[in-house]
């Protein structure tokens, strides 16, 4: 430092040339530089220094980051590739399972409707059945009241039968 200090004031002794001046008349103007310029200096230099430190610290965090995250990427980079690799047979997996479940439906759909017209038949048969019964029922009622009423009416009209038949009526009590 105090080498190029030296040379500077050589300059500007030989860039005075004529005007007379002389290298002690610089002499006052260069420890004033040094010493305004070396107590920024001395002042500055801790702040700076904190500054440098501060900064590293936040470089080394964000390449450290900066290494984990590349790490993260190329694992999901392979995982992607082996999925792309492995898109192929995925693909014929899950067009056989497609048509495994549609056979498999297809089949029970199948057993369940012919369950269902099986289950149908017997119901309507079993409803024929009881309809049939119940109209020959009804059709038997609807005899017996027909003959209960013409014999009614026969017997009303006919004098000899209506004593006939208070007699037996009578005979049986």
Do not use: C
């Amino acid at each position: 430092m105090k080498v190029l200090l030296l040379i500077f004031l050589q300059a500007l002794t030989f860039a005075g040339g004529a005007a007379g001046g002389s290298i002690t008349d610089l002499m006052v103007p260069a420890g004033n530089f040094i010493l305004v310029f070396g107590f920024i200096f001395w002042k500055l230099k801790p702040m700076i220094k904190r500054h440098f430190e501060e900064n590293s610290v936040k470089i080394k965090e964000l390449v450290e980051l900066a290494h984990k995250r590349d790490k993260e990427a190329q694992i999901k980079l392979e995982s992607y590739q082996e999925k792309m690799n492995n898109v192929s047979n995925e693909v014929e997996k899950i067009i056989s399972d497609a048509k495994k479940d549609a056979d498999n439906f297809e089949q029970t759909h199948i057993k369940e409707m012919s369950e269902a017209k099986e289950k149908a038949t017997k119901d309507s048969a079993h409803k024929l059945e009881s309809e049939k019964n119940m109209m020959v029922r009804h059709l038997n009622e609807s005899l017996l009241d027909e003959v209960i009423s013409l014999t009614k009416n026969k017997i009303s009209n006919d004098n000899g039968l209506n004593g006939k038949a208070t007699a037996k009526l009578l005979k049986n009590i």
